[in-house]
């Protein structure tokens, strides 16, 4: 039971320390990733919608929150949730641009969050659950 705890924590932690290096890289390298994504919007045809275009800067500012909370367990469950979404969102708005290579990366990212979810009875506060209840009696 130890070792699925620990590889919960670990693929939680890696996955929060990928999704902080990427935002920080895009955030320093800021004009070359607006760039980017105009790139991406002269190519797409089903989300060529002006909020979409208009929130799509804000991105690596949510990736850097969202990984900060899986590297430190806070609101592991909505921030798993949260990921879930946005990399649904990123993968079909990439496949809608013919980016194929890049929308298979964030669907891996997107199904590791999916099992982390689905795993998350191997948190720290419910792997001990049964420890702590022990000592409080």
């Known amino acids: 039971m130890?070792?699925?705890i620990y590889l919960y924590r670990?693929?939680?932690i890696s996955l929060g320390i990928l999704l902080m290096f990427y935002s920080v890289y895009n955030a320093i390298k800021y004009p070359v990733f607006l760039d980017r994504l105009d790139v991406y919007f002269n190519?797409?045809?089903i989300f060529d919608l002006n909020f979409i275009e208009a929130l799509a800067p804000l991105v690596p500012f949510e990736e850097f929150v969202l990984g900060f909370f899986l590297i430190l367990g806070m609101f592991t469950r909505k921030a798993l949730i949260a990921s879930i979404v946005l990399f649904?969102?990123?993968t079909l708005f990439l496949i809608d641009?013919?980016?194929y290579s890049f929308a298979f990366i964030y669907?891996?990212?997107c199904l590791i969050s999916i099992v982390?979810?689905?795993k998350n009875n191997y948190d720290i506060n419910t792997g001990y659950k049964n420890d702590f209840h022990q000592v409080i009696q």
């Open 2 to 4: 130890k070792l699925k």
């Open 10 to 12: 670990f693929i939680r």
């Open 43 to 45: 190519y797409v045809s």
């Open 88 to 90: 649904t969102f990123f």
């Open 97 to 99: 641009a013919n980016h």
């Open 107 to 109: 669907f891996l990212i």
């Open 116 to 118: 982390l979810l689905r």
